[in-house]
């Protein structure tokens, strides 16, 4: 028996919906659902969006999501001041940079900045610059605090007394840096996406309170915004403002060819297909306008990738309140070697990784600080430990359906090009 969404969670969706959205199931919500739908918008990151989106939704929804700007808006003020001194001091050593996600995708992909939740600074300095850039901030008091993703260095953030207190929009929250030294690491996911080195030479100068600062191009920001959607998306996660808001840009310029013409210009087949894999799911997440705009690379990408596509466009959705790690088909679909896929595989069946969060604005140097945050952090740990052994034997079982059912489909689908073929010659 397939499970039901949840009343709150529903709801949500059916809010953010960019044709035809509706808030007539959150009238309906019970002050226990109003209570589940506030916590699973702040964990999505859509709670600030509410006012923009829902200028129709009951009080408690208005009133919520104020409370919550008016908290962020002191963080946001402390990031934009952040931000600024931190490119002064790139720009005084001559060391150039591209600023990536936050302020740079307004008003292109979300209308105003303060609505689109931020709780770090990313900039991307290529290659060895990026430590370079490490240097500077060591010298302006920042320190890591956690260890190193694949795509960017440590986090950096400056040493303070604040502790988690379970506010998401704390207006004293650390503000960290990532810098980056790539914008996907092929390393790490074992999917190629060519064309990226491009982004660096076409980066444009704007104008934030009187800082210029480079940022991608439109048609290189949202190749990478759906690059960091399925970066999430492959990995069991559902950033879902990041995703509404590159819906909404499909939205806006599905009637915008000329776009459309420099977007296939400026990224070869390979890194657009990437992208028409997340375009797919968002039009059909957020009833968006624009399918026309990517016909012929849809139709271009391999049977496998359709066919999940077709299956479980809905799945990372549904996840919310049905675990499945369908995701990881996509993964192994995108992957060519079979030992890259093999490898693949074991990582997501068995993640032996603790996902640590940064709880305390100072880094954890010895032994006991260490066990200390393992300790503060069991409940949450505990969870992930439920859901992976919860979703061990469906996943198992999962593979072999959808290898089994995948060769059939790329039979038939060979099977009906021979055929047209063979007519064509009669």
């Known amino acids: 028996m397939k499970s039901k969404p949840p009343a ?16 007539a199931r959150l009238e309906l919500l019970s002050p226990l659902d109003q209570q589940r739908f506030f916590e699973w918008c702040d964990s999505r990151q859509i709670s600030l969006l509410l006012p923009y989106i829902c200028s129709s939704a009951p009080d408690w ?12 808006d002191t963080r946001f003020e402390r ?13 005084r050593a001559r060391l150039p940079f591209v600023m990536l996600k936050g302020l740079s995708h307004s008003p292109a992909l979300t209308p105003h900045a303060a609505l689109r939740a931020q709780g770090d600074i990313d900039l991307w300095l290529p290659g060895d610059s990026a430590y370079k850039g ?28 604040w502790k988690w207190r379970g506010d998401l929009f704390d207006p004293d929250m650390p503000i960290s840096v990532e810098l980056h030294h790539e914008l996907w690491s092929e390393a790490a996911e074992h999917i190629p996406a060519p064309g990226l080195e491009q982004f660096w030479h076409r980066a444009e100068l704007r104008d934030f309170d009187g800082h210029v600062i480079k940022v991608l191009c439109d048609q290189d920001l949202i190749a990478f915004a759906a690059l960091h959607l399925l970066l ?25 060819g000329a776009f459309w013409h420099s977007w296939r210009n400026f990224h070869p087949l390979a890194l657009r297909q990437l992208q028409v894999c997340m375009f797919h799911l968002l039009i059909r997440w957020f009833n968006t306008k624009g399918w026309n705009n990517f016909h012929n690379e849809l139709q271009a990408l391999p049977p496998m990738i359709r066919n999940w596509l077709r299956t479980y466009s809905f799945a990372p959705i549904e996840r919310e309140w049905k675990a499945n790690k369908s995701e990881l088909w996509l993964h192994l679909s995108l992957i060519c070697e079979w030992r890259k896929q093999l490898s693949v595989f074991l990582r997501r069946l068995l993640p032996l990784a603790l996902p640590l969060f940064t709880d305390q604005a100072r880094p954890a140097t010895s032994k006991a600080s260490r066990i200390a945050a393992v300790i503060r952090q ?40 021979d055929r047209a073929i063979s007519d064509s010659l009669r």
């Not at 990041?242 to 009637?255: I, M």
């Not at 992930?384 to 039979?411: C, D, E, K, N």
């Open 79 to 91: 990031i934009k001041r952040k931000l600024y001194e931190i490119a002064d001091a790139f720009d």
């Open 61 to 72: 929804v208005i009133e919520g999501a104020i409370s919550r700007a008016s908290r962020y």
């Open 8 to 23: 709150h969670i529903l709801a949500a969706l059916e809010a953010l919906q960019l044709q035809s959205p509706s808030t």
């Open 134 to 161: 490490w240097n500077i901030l060591a010298g302006l008091g920042y320190v890591p605090v956690v260890k190193s993703e694949s795509r960017h260095l440590p986090p950096l953030t400056r040493i303070s007394n």
């Open 378 to 417: 069991l409940p949450m740990l505990f969870s992930r430990l439920l859901r992976h052994t919860r979703t061990f034997l469906p996943t198992l079982l999962g593979g072999v359906r959808w290898t089994v059912t995948q060769r059939s489909a790329i039979r038939c689908e060979r099977n009906a090009m």
């Open 232 to 256: 999430h998306l492959l990995h069991g996660e559902l950033p879902l403002q990041r995703a509404w808001e590159l819906a909404r840009f499909l939205d806006t310029h599905a009637d915008d």
